[in-house]
């Protein structure tokens, strides 16, 4: 794996501080079946459990935008897109590849470590069965072991790191909604509410998994239909978040209920309401005495308004309720809505450990082969030859690895010790002997407030009104602080006034230095101020005028020996900022 931020022996602390949390937790929380008591999710020994956990999205199920193929839309035209630049041969190889390749134990293992206790596994039906049409025989269901296998497989990495394991129907047969890509819908076909025979393939698949996984305490639960989001009583409501009633979606999963109790009467069943999990109208009273409630959270506040509603069914009906699916957002969001749910005794799973991009633990890098695809599919570059795609798209297979991803540690970091501590920590170790660079991007580790202050720190995009997006430039790190990509190279931009970055550095032998800001001014009277130790030492510092890469110099700055905190605030926002310069004097 590659690392962004963390001094060596700060990563040690928290590699130990992990395992020992993670023994603490055998201890606790490992102990057999889990089951919905009253208001919360128990174990065998009647313990409290929190679910901490990650979902593994983009293995058994592809949405495009998790790999820059948005514009594509939805796995089987990922897969034909493919196939008209290889051949249908290599596109089964890269995909065989894809799937035994994606998702390992080191990924589990890494999980572990952070602090998770839980994975939710989105499950593609047709790894497991195929699609109605394609049955050799009408009205029969076929099983394919591949699909179980790799379950399996999962189930013994999250055993052997005593994690629970939650299986979601993240593709349904048919589909389960208007959102295409995930479901890997087929529009053309009958949908999971149109047809008869894809409810029947539903059920049989939830009782073959059930049979498969009656005597397994480590799986932690079934989550039988993930985001419905259908229009029953009116077809055009696409999402479901108008329907009163929701009886089409009741009845099937009360007939998954009652195919699973055939079979296993251990296991929690976890329902989602209508509206992406969100519309429980109808659906209620709970119809089996372990049963959780899912609801999903995305780009709203994180405050006690947002799930209020889902607390009111809790007390009304006396069942657990559990965070199924949230992320895409920033640190200080994840930080703000782990805590609140947490605090209400609710467990969550996030979403998801890995894709292209920053604000999930694991980055997968594009290398140029598949950036050529990319930008060919685009209309934006020259058609690879078969040889080249195929080369291409196996190396971005193992990019996809655990070993080969680069590790967000700060969104780790955000999610875990934030919730419980302010202190800002070092991002990276910095000494500072005789002369000595810290790069800008490189400010401390924590919330905001304490390790930096920016004053958009989070996309609310299904918030209207709300116009915020945090990190603008979408690279290197999570928080809110702005940070744009050249070349490899990263610098601070868009700031506005009073936020300020906070460097947490070692100083061996105390002394006397030279402080050089590397600025370029981004708009009309840029300001800076430099404080040391909660000291201002230099203040009205204008940013040159002159275009491009400029140096602002702060002379005769006393550093202590040992740890000083060094805070740049920008006074007067419109400054680039890439780096600080420490001269000894």
């Known amino acids: 794996m590659r690392f962004h931020g963390y001094a060596t022996s700060f990563a040690k602390r928290v590699m130990v501080l992990s395992t020992l949390l993670l023994l ?20 065998g020994k009647n313990e409290k459990v929190i679910l901490r956990g990650m979902g593994l999205g983009g293995w058994m199920l592809q949405e495009g935008y998790m790999f820059r193929l ?93 994690l629970y394991l939650i299986l979601d129907l993240h593709a349904a047969p048919g589909g389960q909604g208007h959102d295409l890509p995930i479901s890997d819908r087929h529009p053309e076909r009958p949908s999971l509410w149109e047809s008869a025979a894809n409810q029947e393939k539903t059920i049989a698949l939830w009782k073959q998994l059930a049979t498969r996984y009656a005597n397994e305490p480590w799986i932690g639960g079934y989550d039988i239909i993930n985001e419905p989001n259908w229009g029953f009583e009116d077809p055009a409501d696409k999402s479901g978040g108008k329907e009163k009633t929701n009886a089409p979606l009741k009845k099937l999963m009360q007939e998954i209920t009652a195919a699973i109790r055939e079979v296993d009467k251990k296991h929690i069943i976890i329902i989602e309401g209508n509206a992406f999990g969100n519309n429980y109208n109808g659906i209620l009273p709970t119809w ?20 209020a509603r889902f607390k009111a069914l809790r007390e009304q009906y006396n069942v657990p309720l559990w965070l199924g699916e949230s992320g895409e957002n920033s640190n200080n969001w994840y930080q703000h809505v782990i805590s609140l749910v947490e605090r209400n005794d609710i467990g969550w799973a996030w979403w998801q450990q890995k894709k292209i991009g920053m604000n999930q633990p694991m980055e997968i890098l594009i290398n140029p082969g598949f950036q050529a695809i990319l930008d060919y599919w685009s209309g934006k570059g020259e058609q690879p030859s078969a040889e080249e795609a195929y080369t291409s798209l196996l190396q971005f297979v193992s990019n996809t690895r655990a070993e080969n991803t680069v590790v967000h540690r700060d969104v780790v970091d955000a999610m875990f010790r934030q919730i419980h501590s302010t202190e800002a920590i070092p991002f990276r170790e910095h000494v500072i002997g005789n002369a000595a660079v810290v790069k800008a991007v490189d400010y401390d580790l924590g919330p905001n407030g304490y390790a930096y202050s920016d004053v958009d720190t989070a996309s609310y995009h299904y918030t209207p009104g709300i116009n915020t997006r945090g990190n603008r430039g979408m690279a290197y790190r999570n ?79 006393k550093l202590d020996k040992g740890e000083n905190r060094i805070r740049v605030v920008f006074a007067k926002g419109g400054c680039l900022f890439s780096q600080l310069e420490f001269k000894r004097k």
Request: glycine share 8%.
């Open 70 to 162: 948005g514009s594509v839309g939805q796995q089987y035209k990922i897969k034909a897109k493919i196939q008209e630049l290889v051949g249908p041969e290599k596109t089964a190889d890269i995909y065989n590849t894809w799937i035994t390749s994606h998702t390992n134990k080191a990924d589990i293992d890494s999980l572990a470590a952070w602090g998770f206790n839980s994975v939710r596994l989105p499950m593609h039906y047709e790894l497991y069965t195929p699609a109605v049409e394609d049955e050799p025989v009408a009205g029969q269901q076929t099983w394919k072991e591949a699909g179980f296998a790799l379950t399996d497989s999962l189930l013994a990495w999250c055993k052997a790191n005593h």
């Open 479 to 557: 928080d809110g602080v702005d940070i744009k990509a050249d070349k490899g190279a990263y610098y601070i931009f868009n700031t506005a006034d009073t936020e300020w970055l906070q460097y947490t550095v070692k100083v061996p032998k105390a002394g006397s230095y030279t402080i050089n800001l590397t600025v370029a001014k981004d708009s009309a009277d840029a300001q800076l101020e430099v404080q040391v130790n909660g000291k201002t030492v230099a203040t009205g510092l204008a940013v040159p005028a002159t275009a491009g890469w400029q140096q602002v110099t702060v002379p005769a700055v």
């Open 24 to 43: 603490f937790g055998l201890l606790a929380n490992g102990q057999g079946y889990l089951k919905a008591k009253g208001h919360i999710i128990v174990n």
């Open 288 to 307: 089996d005495d372990n049963m959780v409630l899912s609801f999903h959270k995305y780009g709203n506040f994180p405050d006690e308004a947002s799930i």
